[in-house]
C-alpha cells in the first residue's frame, strides 16, 4: 500500500520527529484560506496530526480520510485522547473515488500524501466534485519552515543518509503535472505556493 508501508514506524516519526511542523502547518492553513467552521477533510490523514492541529485551532469538524485503517485507527486514539472525538469522523477509501456527497466538505487539507496518488487527475477532480461552491484546497507537502525542515532533514539522515534525496524530488511530478490539470479542471481560482513553507495546491472552488 503505497505511502503507509509500516503504520507503526510512521507514526513514531510523527511523533518524535515530525510532530513540530503540524501546529504551524495548520496556522498557515488558517492564515491562507480563513476557512474555521464547516467541515475538513483531511485526505491521506495517516495517523491524523495534521487534521487534529487544525481542530485545535478552529471550529471544524474533521473527517479523517485514508485507505489505511491501521491508520485511521491509530488516528481515532489520538483524537479521542485530545478530546476532539466529537468533532471527528473516520473514513476508509480512496482518493481516486472518495466516498462522499458532492459539494459536501469546506475544506480539504492533505499533507505528504498526493506524492503516492496514481492519477492526480481524477484525485483532483475528486477533492473538486466534494467540495462545496467557495470552498478551498491545502494540498501538498512541507515541514513549516527552512529551520525545521534542516532539523528534521539532519536527524532523519542520522539513520538514512538517502533520506534527504526520498523526499526532496518527490513532489516535482506532481508540480510539473499540476497547472494544465487545474487548467482543465476550471476552479474559481488557484495558487501553487513553492517556498520554504513547502509546496501547496490552494485551490477554490
Ligand atoms: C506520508 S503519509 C502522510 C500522513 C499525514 N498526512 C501526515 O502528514 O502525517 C501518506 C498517507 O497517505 C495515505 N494515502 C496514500 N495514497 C492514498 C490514496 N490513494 N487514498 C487515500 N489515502 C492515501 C497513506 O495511507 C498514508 O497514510
Redesign the pocket.
Known amino acids: ?4 508501508t509500516n503504520p507503526q514506524s ?1 507514526d513514531r516519526i ?1 511523533r518524535e520527529v ?1 510532530a513540530p511542523i503540524y501546529p504551524i502547518i495548520a496556522e498557515q492553513i488558517v492564515t491562507k484560506t480563513a476557512i474555521k467552521s464547516g467541515k475538513c477533510l483531511d ?5 491524523g ?2 487534521g487534529r492541529a487544525i481542530a485545535r485551532i478552529t471550529n471544524l469538524d474533521i473527517t479523517f ?4 485503517d491501521e ?1 485511521l485507527e491509530l488516528a481515532k486514539g489520538y483524537a479521542n485522547d485530545e478530546n476532539i472525538g466529537n468533532r471527528s469522523t473516520f473514513l476508509q ?4 473515488a472518495i466516498p462522499l456527497k458532492d459539494e459536501s466538505v469546506d475544506i480539504v487539507i ?4 498526493s506524492p ?2 496514481d492519477d492526480w487527475y481524477k484525485a483532483y477532480s475528486e477533492i473538486i466534485r466534494v467540495l462545496k461552491p467557495g470552498g478551498m484546497t491545502y494540498i501538498g507537502g512541507g515541514f513549516g519552515n527552512a529551520q525545521l525542515r534542516e532539523d528534521i532533514v539532519k536527524t532523519m539522515s542520522e539513520n538514512n543518509p538517502d533520506w534527504r534525496n526520498s523526499f526532496k524530488d518527490r513532489l516535482k511530478p506532481e508540480r510539473d503535472a499540476l497547472p494544465s490539470i487545474l487548467a482543465s479542471l476550471n476552479p474559481i481560482g488557484y495558487e501553487l505556493v513553492n517556498d520554504d513553507s513547502g509546496f501547496w495546491t490552494i485551490i477554490t472552488k
Open positions: 500500500m503505497k505511502g503507509a510512521f510523527v515530525f485526505a491521506g490523514c495517516g495517523t496530526a495534521l480520510f485514508d485507505q489505511s491508520m477509501g480512496d482518493i481516486h492533505s499533507r505528504g500524501s503516492f496518488w
